[in-house]
């Protein structure tokens, strides 16, 4: 049967870890991993985290299944974090493995809705949406958005492109701490992108996977919330493994919103019989301690506290790499990446000079020259700038 089964292609980003792993100089430095790390190299625990699983393991008397959409309690809730004062009429709940669970499950009901689907993907975007989509042979588009000679949103291009979406064609939007360019859009943008999707009745699929990390919880949540409170439908992917920091405990959650509760009740239902065609019951013990810390005042303030901690660490970080390559290079146009928000930023790097950074600089960044600012540290970034300037 398997003879002739052609190879995956390799994972960029993993073969990137594997590279690095095997690489045996002690001044290596790991801008490619797509997580956070603290100044020690490590993805901690999260003391809120910490708590709430002692917490639950002392009070935790089963391991039976909760719902085919996953508990209640930790779908309540994240919707009630990322969209506040819920129309619980409107509203229908999925929890799944980790955000990417949540895009999959969200493509699913998309497609069942309309056969013919179209999704608008950002130019450039997280590759995994492309990879999953093409992997179920739902047609996409691209969308204009970053421009590389500004390091910002080119939001008119942006706007002119999604001017030809059709109604019930599904927009892919990242919510904050856009990946891989960090170029966020601004209030005035998500009024603007509302007025489109509106006219031209598209609807808004926004992947929240970083949550907290541009400049705050309320602030990162503002410009989707515009688009939850004045459009009649809207899809949400959330994930845990950075907000959280529970990346291997693989937690997500799908948030809808419909017309009306008819259209609510047909959205629960269709999520639901997807879960059960597919992995059937979710993980649990992830979205427990989510749940537990986001019902827990104390919990919730030490969570919001660390969170902070991590985004003030990353802003910090982004504002020492734009000076060191400012002055490594002479060109003050670097100062964009302080701008920027979460962890990751396009350098605008070609093959050769990723390959030629990794091999006499020890540098490992993603092909096309995306980074992982959380990967820095003080001591790392002078040696990281002196690399990019040679290399460019």
């Keep these: 049967m398997f003879a002739h089964l052609p190879a995956a292609e390799p994972d960029k980003i993993l073969r990137v870890m594997a590279e690095f792993a095997a690489d045996p100089r002690d001044d290596k430095i790991d801008l490619g991993v797509g997580v ?43 919707a009630e974090l990322v969209l506040g004062d819920v129309p619980q009429e409107r509203l229908a709940t999925l929890a799944t493995p980790g955000g990417t669970g949540a895009i999959r499950q969200a493509f699913e009901l998309a497609r069942k809705a309309q056969s013919d689907l179209t999704v608008w993907l950002s130019d450039p975007t997280w590759t995994n949406h492309e990879a999953i989509l093409d992997a179920m042979g739902i047609r996409w588009r691209r969308y204009r958005y970053y421009d590389p000679a500004t390091g910002r949103a080119d939001v008119p291009a942006m706007l002119e492109d999604l001017g030809e979406a059709a109604r019930d064609d599904l927009v892919l939007l990242h919510g904050c701490c856009h990946n891989p360019t960090g170029a966020d859009l601004t209030a005035a943008d998500w009024s603007a992108l509302g007025d489109l999707l509106e006219r031209r009745g598209a609807v808004p699929l926004v992947d929240l996977a970083y949550l907290g990390f541009a400049d705050g919880i309320e602030a990162d949540l503002a410009g989707l919330r515009q688009l939850s409170h004045r459009l009649p439908e809207f899809l949400l992917a959330f994930s845990g493994s950075k907000s959280f920091g529970l990346y291997r405990d693989r937690v997500g959650c799908v948030v809808a919103l419909g017309a009306g509760q008819q259209a609510a ?25 989510v749940a537990t810390i986001l019902g827990d005042p104390g919990l919730r303030a030490s969570w919001t506290e660390e969170l902070s901690s991590m985004r003030t660490r990353i802003n910090t970080l982004r504002r020492s790499f734009a000076e060191a390559l400012t002055e490594a290079t002479g060109d003050p146009g670097w100062q964009v990446l302080a701008e920027q928000r979460g962890m990751f930023s396009l350098l605008g790097l070609g093959d050769d000079a990723v390959r030629q950074m990794r091999e006499e600089h020890a540098v490992y960044v993603v092909g096309g020259g995306r980074i992982n600012v959380a990967g820095l540290t003080p001591a790392s970034i002078p040696a990281a700038a002196r690399a990019i300037a040679d290399v460019l």
């Excluded at 979710?282 to 979205?287: E, K, L, R, S, T």
């Design 265 to 289: 009740d047909a959205i629960s239902g269709t999520l639901a019989s997807l879960n059960r065609h597919s992995y059937a019951f979710p993980p649990d013990h992830g979205a427990r301690i």
């Design 36 to 78: 956070y790390k603290a100044e020690d190299g490590t993805t901690p625990v999260l003391k809120a985290v910490h708590d709430s699983e002692a917490r639950i393991l002392e009070r935790q008397t089963t391991k039976g299944y909760t719902a085919l959409s996953g508990d209640p309690g930790f779908r309540n809730a994240v």
